[in-house]
């Protein structure tokens, strides 16, 4: 990430024809190269604000800029080939008889030669994992593909920014982690419009709350989506995967369960919330863990549920951590500790394990 200004939005009303006022008074700049979550309720305007960035709709008052460019009509054309919006529904952006015909639209437009065409349709294809579709009807793909393809139409143009509108949407559990590896990789200028918190929780570093047609919150994604109050007050909720942690958590510390529901709730709560790695992102992991005790975790227990639910399992942390101690497991404990998040380590510190209040 630079300094670079790659989005600024300065003092942006918008209303439709009919007089309704969707954005007042927006302000806001995106540096090249941030990922950033635009996340608010129904109606808020997310979409509006969208439309805004390459001139599918205009300000009513104040400017937008693009790269240091007004989006302007003057503009369109220069702003469009920096500036890619991956539609909620493919089928609004898929149009041709073949899946290369799609792909190679954008860069056809743009004039290139017929080379660099069919290999930016290749590099599209196979970064979405549609290398060996391009003679397929673009109708007869899946949902999920069709997304992806969407996703591909963009890319072959090569823009400096994207911007999703729901881009999780109806896609299943193994192409929604494909492609929240793939937008964790790219170093492109990201605006993630969703209200799927989980993948704004995994991808953005940055997120934007709009409410009422105004931003209530602008800072760093891992504070503001852990703050339960603001979500709620803003009619959103807790991503699924720290809501089902705390909710877990809440459980096993009231005691008011049998047996097998403690058991299974303690296999899943050896799960710790990690920020680590350059860009201080906190990511939740399943670790599961091996005691010097009588007790056998399950290592397999549930991991596909983990990660339909958007958890990242590291497969390698399997049996790598170990407690060498012994304890009686009836309890409720939280690792509160710093480490390294290297694979093969063994953790030597102890646990309260008399501590019943969560902490």
């Known amino acids: 990430?630079?300094?670079?200004?790659?989005?600024?939005?300065?003092?942006?009303?918008?209303?439709?024809?009919?007089?309704?006022?969707?954005?007042?008074?927006?302000?806001?700049?995106?540096?090249?190269?941030?990922?950033?979550?635009?996340?608010?309720?129904n109606g808020a305007g997310k979409s509006t604000f969208m439309s805004l960035l390459n001139g599918?709709?205009?300000?009513t008052k104040g400017k937008v800029f693009i790269n240091s460019m007004e989006v302007s009509?003057?503009?369109?054309?220069?702003?469009?080939?920096?500036?890619?919006?991956?539609?909620?529904?493919?089928?609004?952006?898929?149009?041709?008889?073949?899946?290369?015909?799609?792909?190679?639209?954008?860069?056809?437009?743009?004039?290139?030669?017929?080379e660099e065409i069919d290999m930016r349709v290749k590099e599209a294809l196979l970064t979405v994992g549609l290398e060996d579709y391009e003679t397929r009807s673009s109708f007869h793909l899946s949902?999920?593909?069709?997304?992806?393809?969407?996703?591909?139409?963009?890319?072959?143009?090569?823009?400096?920014?994207?911007?999703?509108?729901?881009?999780?949407?109806?896609m299943d559990p193994l192409n929604r982690r494909k492609l929240i590896r793939w937008l964790q990789q790219t170093d492109k200028t990201m605006l993630l419009c969703t209200h799927d918190l989980d993948i704004a929780l995994e991808v953005c570093d940055r997120?934007?709350?709009?409410?009422?047609?105004?931003?209530?919150?602008?800072?760093?994604?891992?504070?503001?989506l852990h703050d339960k109050a603001l979500l709620e007050n803003n009619h959103l909720e807790l991503p699924l995967a720290l809501m089902t942690h705390d909710l877990l958590h809440e459980k096993l510390r009231t005691g008011k369960m049998d047996a097998a529901e403690k058991k299974t709730i303690e296999k899943f709560l050896h799960a710790h919330k990690h920020v680590h790695g350059p860009d201080g992102k906190e990511?939740?992991?399943?670790?599961?863990?091996?005691?010097?005790?009588?007790?056998?975790?399950?290592?397999?227990?549930?991991?596909?549920?983990?990660?339909?639910?958007?958890?990242?399992?590291e497969q390698d942390n399997v049996n790598a951590h170990h407690h060498n101690h012994d304890?009686?497991?009836?309890?409720?404990?939280?690792?509160?500790?710093?480490?390294?998040?290297?694979?093969?380590?063994?953790?030597?510190?102890?646990?309260?394990?008399?501590n019943k209040d969560g902490k």
């Open 327 to 354: 304890h009686d497991h009836d309890h409720d404990h939280d690792h509160d500790h710093d480490h390294d998040h290297d694979h093969d380590h063994d953790h030597g510190h102890t646990h309260d394990h008399n």
């Open 56 to 59: 599918v709709g205009l300000p």
């Open 1 to 41: 990430m630079t300094d670079k200004c790659a989005i600024k939005v300065e003092n942006v009303d918008f209303t439709y024809p009919d007089g309704h006022e969707v954005l007042k008074e927006i302000q806001c700049e995106i540096k090249a190269g941030e990922k950033v979550a635009l996340i608010g309720p």
């Open 207 to 224: 997120c934007l709350m709009l409410s009422d047609g105004h931003f209530v919150a602008d800072g760093p994604a891992k504070e503001i």
């Open 283 to 313: 990511h939740i992991h399943i670790h599961f863990h091996a005691h010097d005790h009588d007790h056998v975790h399950d290592d397999t227990a549930h991991v596909h549920d983990f990660e339909d639910a958007g958890i990242v399992i």
């Open 143 to 170: 949902f999920g593909e069709r997304k992806r393809l969407a996703l591909a139409t963009v890319l072959s143009y090569q823009p400096d920014i994207l911007v999703f509108d729901e881009p999780s949407t109806n």
């Open 73 to 114: 009509k003057e503009n369109f054309v220069a702003i469009r080939r920096q500036v890619g919006i991956v539609f909620q529904d493919p089928d609004d952006q898929l149009f041709c008889p073949t899946v290369f015909d799609d792909v190679a639209f954008g860069p056809l437009n743009l004039g290139l030669p017929r």
